[in-house]
């Protein structure tokens, strides 16, 4: 009995905290709408005023960045003897009657601003008391002074409104920690978080450099079709829509690689594209559906250069954003050797048997047991290797067979030469040597859409065209694929996708 009072008192506890949450909830949506009304009517006394509260143009001269520069020089109580003119949003504002401290940021950093009636002037004055509020873009035309605190900061001479704002900054001014609400409206992340924009703009960097150092090895940059007839180049389940005009259905790519290798065949040796792929899978930590990649293609190259290459624009990318304290020494091991660490297990002998389930579910894996020997070797991988791959590994030599596209060893035709690069326990690229056999890239095309009969939605789809193209002739290639948004979390030690994504993918809003 005591027991059953508990539970209800318990679920009564719980019914109060949610509903207190609502109303909370509604209390704050009502107390923006106030605040939405109060701006509104701001706006339309500024118009009545002949006042602009959205001026199609506004004339600055310096960022606040460059006036932390020029005038960090100055001296406690110290007046420049030049005027600036910078716009940014208010952030903050401190009002004592006739004077006031605001900040205002713009995109390169923050400056505080004084205020102050004799000096601006009785209509100045009076926009920034009456008209102005905080989240507004504002333009000041001042002089740079260090404050007796030691503060540099801007005393106004002028003062107007640039843009007017109808919204309150997020969470009263202190910060928004909500994460739903950061991805879903990531201008509010942007605008209170301030680390959150220094890791977009080392998204940026990361991008730059490595566009940046391939042109410097002689690389072209392309672009692809994202629509696409076939959804090829990689195992995936491609994303479907329809083209009303031709009629015909169309697949968001999931790979650039076929197309890639058609130009090296027709002799752009060295040929990438930094662009989206999108497949149709879960969201994680690790995952979105929409994604950048940054895949190249070389002639005359193998894995063995592919590899190379990776830890040089890896290392580049780290350094440009000043990265120093990763561990950047990259580890090459077979992954059945890898495997054999980790479990004591030989498996290479039981790919494609299908006895591989028996072999290994002493291991206890999340795994099923009419699963096909890839799925297990896949989990094998997921549950009892990977975990362990903190330092930058490349797992190298794969099953030929699950690996459609590349070229087998010659000696050793059951591996093929490829690898992933794994750091932090997470997969960051996939390279090998390309498959330029025509007659048996028509076989693995074959064994593609066997499996797809059998069900597999991943498996690839046979393109006529790709082998007309290999039948042209593809030099021997190493092809590479880096997921640009994993290389970014590693590089700024962010701990999910949705950190360094703009806009990740979500559901919507009921």
């Known amino acids: 009995m005591q027991d059953n009072q508990n539970k209800n008192q318990?679920?009564?506890?719980?019914?109060?905290?949610?509903?207190?949450?609502?109303?909370?909830?509604?209390?704050?949506?009502?107390?923006?709408?106030?605040?939405?009304?109060?701006?509104?009517?701001?706006?339309?006394?500024?118009?009545?005023?002949?006042?602009?509260?959205?001026?199609?143009?506004?004339?600055?001269?310096?960022?606040?960045?460059?006036?932390?520069?020029?005038?960090?020089?100055?001296?406690?109580?110290?007046?420049?003897?030049?005027?600036?003119?910078?716009?940014?949003?208010?952030?903050?504002?401190?009002?004592?009657?006739?004077?006031?401290?605001?900040?205002?940021?713009?995109?390169?950093?923050?400056?505080?601003?004084y205020v102050r009636k004799d000096q601006v002037g009785d209509e100045d004055f009076k926009m920034f008391k009456e008209f102005s509020d905080l989240s507004d873009f504002v333009l000041i035309t001042g002089v740079p002074f260090r404050t007796r605190t030691g503060e540099l900061s801007l005393k106004a001479d002028k003062f107007s409104i640039a843009t007017k704002a109808f919204r309150p900054l997020p969470e009263k001014w202190h910060g928004l920690k909500d994460t739903e609400t950061r991805y879903r409206q990531r201008y509010l992340d942007l605008i209170a978080n301030p680390e959150v924009k220094e890791v977009f703009k080392k998204r940026s960097a990361i991008i730059s450099s490595i566009r940046k150092k391939l042109e410097e090895l002689g690389f072209i940059e392309v672009e692809t079709p994202i629509l696409q007839t076939l959804a090829g180049g990689a195992n995936a389940k491609p994303f479907v829509t329809h083209h009303n005009a031709l009629d015909m259905d169309l697949y968001m790519r999931i790979a650039p690689e076929l197309f890639l290798k058609r130009l090296v065949?027709?002799?752009?040796?060295?040929?990438?594209?930094?662009?989206?792929?999108?497949?149709?899978?879960?969201?994680?930590?690790?995952?979105?559906?929409?994604?950048?990649?940054?895949?190249?293609?070389?002639?005359?190259a193998d894995y063995n250069d592919m590899m190379d290459l990776t830890e040089v624009l890896i290392k580049n990318a780290a350094e440009t954003i000043g990265a120093k304290d990763l561990n950047l020494n990259f580890r090459r091991a077979r992954l059945f050797d890898l495997i054999k660490e980790?479990?004591?297990?030989?498996?290479?002998?039981?790919?494609?048997?299908?006895?591989?389930?028996?072999?290994?579910?002493?291991?206890?894996?999340d795994v099923a047991p009419d699963a096909g020997d890839q799925k297990v070797l896949d989990a094998v991988l997921d549950e009892k290797v990977i975990p362990n791959l903190q330092q930058p590994t490349f797992v190298m030599d794969y099953p030929a067979i699950y690996s459609p596209l590349t070229k087998v060893k010659f000696d050793q035709p059951e591996i093929a030469e490829?690898?992933?690069?794994?750091?932090?326990?997470?997969?960051?690229?996939?390279?090998?040597?390309?498959?330029?056999?025509?007659?048996?890239?028509?076989?693995?095309?074959?064994?593609?859409?066997?499996?797809?009969?059998?069900?597999?939605?991943?498996?690839q789809p046979y393109d006529a065209d790709y082998i007309n193209a290999l039948e042209q002739g593809l030099p021997p290639t190493g092809g590479l694929g880096i997921g640009i948004d994993r290389l970014v979390m590693i590089l700024t030690r962010s701990e999910s996708i949705r950190e360094v994504i703009f806009f990740p993918t979500m559901r919507p809003e009921l």
């Open 10 to 113: 318990q679920q009564s506890n719980k019914s109060k905290n949610e509903a207190q949450k609502e109303t909370q909830k509604e209390t704050s949506q009502a107390t923006i709408d106030t605040i939405i009304s109060q701006r509104k009517n701001k706006a339309d006394t500024m118009r009545e005023n002949k006042i602009n509260p959205y001026p199609a143009r506004i004339k600055i001269d310096t960022k606040i960045a460059q006036v932390r520069e020029k005038f960090e020089s100055l001296q406690k109580e110290e007046m420049a003897k030049e005027q600036v003119s910078v716009a940014g949003r208010m952030m903050s504002r401190r009002d004592m009657g006739k004077a006031s401290f605001i900040d205002i940021v713009d995109g390169t950093g923050r400056i505080q601003v």
């Open 265 to 300: 065949v027709g002799g752009i040796e060295r040929v990438f594209e930094i662009g989206r792929n999108f497949r149709n899978e879960g969201i994680d930590r690790n995952h979105n559906p929409e994604f950048t990649m940054m895949e190249l293609y070389q002639a005359y």
């Open 342 to 365: 980790y479990t004591g297990l030989e498996l290479l002998q039981y790919v494609g048997t299908g006895k591989m389930y028996e072999y290994v579910k002493h291991l206890n894996l």
């Open 418 to 459: 490829r690898f992933e690069l794994y750091i932090n326990g997470m997969e960051i690229c996939n390279a090998y040597s390309e498959l330029n056999d025509p007659h048996l890239q028509k076989i693995r095309f074959q064994q593609q859409m066997e499996a797809k009969v059998k069900g597999d939605e991943e498996a």
